[in-house]
């Protein structure tokens, strides 16, 4: 016979006492609390857990994440090769000048020393050339590796609410599209912008040394190449920001429409999904061709301005010689000079246009580089109860509140079945508790005094076990996905694992604990699955329950085994979301929540 308690509630709410029933009352008090978890480390080597150490210090930070550090020795260095670089090959086109004269003089033996004195000096060049190469790579690697190592870690940092702010697509075109794109048109763009000055200013020293009418003419070309290609910088920055907006949106389609396929190929709506498909397929199509378009018209201006550049140039040396003031040999080398000296006019406006392009994208970056709010919560302890008071939420975009103002409390060591109409707010109410979600109004208080989000979350969620209506699956081991970073020894698994009612049958487990389950878990049936997951809730032994419809989807028998298991002892206290009424379940409960 079920007795009201002694509580007050609105109209819509009831709540009632049950006969308890309890068997195996002390299933769980085994030796589960004696395990110890011990982190597992994340990245497998020294050089790996060294840099994930120095990011975990503060390292990286907004600050240098997007700024290549110049007093970095490994920078110092590369700008020193850079520069070494750039002198060596302005001094080439000088040792072809003197190869040249030597006609004049018809000296072989000087002509032999000379020629294997240049290839000496070819292989120096080259040598040096790939040891700046490799020390180029090893910045851009550094930069974009700890960019994406510190985006990552922010986002985990969220909370549960923050975090679904943002889709799953915006996420994935973060780390495949937004980070290739800073280290292409932004990281990479700096270092070459860099080389190239340092080039240009080496070959115009040079120029000036040998001949200032030279260096004069090849300076009005410059003035003349630079306002020629700054036009137009406005229209390539525009065409990259709508091209990453498509492929984000393409991105977030694409997702959505392979996750659905089934649901598309039972409703036989297939044929129209691909023509939807094909709609968004050519917009991202034609946002490519807009800003490849604007690159291209860049490209061929920047090739007529060069070359234009090239033929005066030749000329003015030409020139300068039959006045006497070059020699033959110069006329030759300034073939290279000239190529030296258009190369850098002709990539400097187009890198810093490439420069100025990554300019929205940084800006998107930059809500996930900014620091995150102090946490204020630092209160810990063992949790005892959680009181609500005159709580009521509305979501951000809902229309009305999901709950009106009610009051609440749950007791440690009971059991509670909280039950309702589909949308009337069960699963929000659980969010609410577990952190999930903001309070609208009114508080819940953690032991009767503390408020919520004043309770340190790490403390929290070492004492709350959430059990969601999505079972959370990664691509890994059996293991992998029960002990999540941490260490258990076989023993508590396969007691977790008995506990569930999953048995580790050998065609199900071929590998046992070591099988591998694939992404999302498509190799396992969905009951396989949801035990799966209580296995893990069962084997990280949380005195606090928080479970979602957690038999949903398995047959009556077993059902029945996991909720006498889970609650048949007074060491967990379970908040539980059901929809099933049979008389044995809800014996099982000592308050039932109507909403």
């Not at 190239?196 to 070309?221: G, S």
């Not at 077993?558 to 539980?576: D, F, G, M, N, Y």
């Amino acid at each position: 016979m079920r007795v009201p308690i002694s509580m007050i509630f609105p109209s819509s709410f009831s709540t009632f006492i049950l006969p308890q029933g309890r068997e195996n009352e002390n299933l769980f008090a085994s030796d589960t609390r004696m395990r110890k978890k011990i982190n597992a480390p994340l990245l497998p080597n020294c050089k790996a857990l060294r840099y994930t150490n120095s990011i975990n210090n503060g390292l990286f930070r907004k600050e240098s994440v997007m700024k290549i550090n110049i007093q970095s020795k490994k920078t110092l260095f590369y700008l020193f090769l850079t520069f070494l670089s750039c002198l060596l090959g302005t001094w080439f086109a000088f040792l072809l000048a003197d190869l040249v004269d030597l006609v004049l003089k018809k000296d072989l033996h000087h002509l032999t020393l000379q020629t294997l004195f240049i290839l000496g000096f070819l292989l120096i060049s080259i040598s040096l050339a790939f040891i700046k190469g490799c020390v180029h790579n090893a910045l851009l690697k550094e930069k974009s590796c700890g960019l994406r190592s510190f985006l990552f870690r922010k986002i985990f940092s969220f909370s549960v609410e923050d975090f679904q702010k943002h889709n799953s697509g915006e996420y994935l075109n973060l780390f495949l599209s937004d980070c290739e794109l800073i280290e292409e048109n932004y990281f990479k763009a700096v270092l070459t912008l860099f080389e190239h000055i340092c080039q240009l200013v080496i070959v115009c020293v040079a120029v000036i040394f040998t001949d200032p009418i030279m260096f004069f003419v090849m300076l009005i070309m410059s003035i003349i190449t630079v306002v020629v290609m700054n036009a137009g910088n406005g229209k390539i920055q525009t065409g990259m920001q709508k091209f990453a907006e498509s492929k984000e949106c393409f991105s977030v389609f694409l997702k959505e429409r392979l996750s659905c396929f089934p649901l598309f190929s039972l409703y036989q709506v297939t044929s129209f999904v691909a023509g939807d498909f094909d709609l968004r397929n050519t917009e991202l199509g034609n946002a490519k061709y807009v800003q490849q378009k604007e690159l291209l018209k860049k490209s061929c201006l920047a090739e007529f301005v060069g070359l234009s550049c090239t033929v005066i140039i030749m000329a003015a040396a030409v020139g300068l010689t039959i006045y006497g003031r070059l020699t033959a040999g110069f006329v030759i080398a300034s073939g290279q000079l000239v190529g030296k000296m258009i190369s850098p006019l002709m990539v400097i406006p187009g890198t810093y246009a490439q420069l100025k392009s990554s300019q929205p994208v940084r800006e998107r970056l930059l809500p996930y580089l900014e620091p995150l709010p102090s946490v204020t919560g630092n209160k810990k302890g063992k949790i005892s109860s959680f009181k609500i008071e005159d709580l009521s939420f509305q979501y951000p975009d809902g229309c009305q509140p999901v709950f009106h103002p009610f009051s609440l409390t749950f007791e440690e060591g009971k059991h509670y079945l909280i039950r309702g109409k589909s949308g009337c707010g069960k699963t929000t109410l659980l969010r609410l508790l577990c952190k999930q979600l903001s309070l609208h109004s009114g508080q819940i208080l953690v032991n009767g005094k503390t408020p919520l989000q004043d309770w340190d979350s790490a403390d929290f969620f070492e004492q709350i076990g959430v059990l969601t209506q999505q079972n959370y699956i990664f691509t890994g081991t059996l293991r992998d996905n029960l002990c999540l970073y941490q260490t258990f020894s076989d023993e508590e698994i396969f007691h977790a694992l008995r506990l569930a009612s999953l048995p580790m049958s050998p065609t199900a487990f071929p590998e046992g604990l070591c099988t591998i389950l694939t992404e999302s878990g498509n190799n396992f049936s969905g009951g396989e699955l949801q035990r799966i997951a209580l296995a893990r809730i069962f084997l990280h032994d949380f005195p606090w329950i928080f479970a979602d419809e957690f038999t949903t989807g398995l047959d009556r028998q077993t059902a029945q085994k996991i909720e006498s298991t889970l609650l048949s002892s007074r060491e967990k206290t379970v908040i539980a979301i059901s929809h099933q009424d049979s008389p044995e379940f809800l014996a099982l409960f000592d308050e039932i929540i109507e909403l």
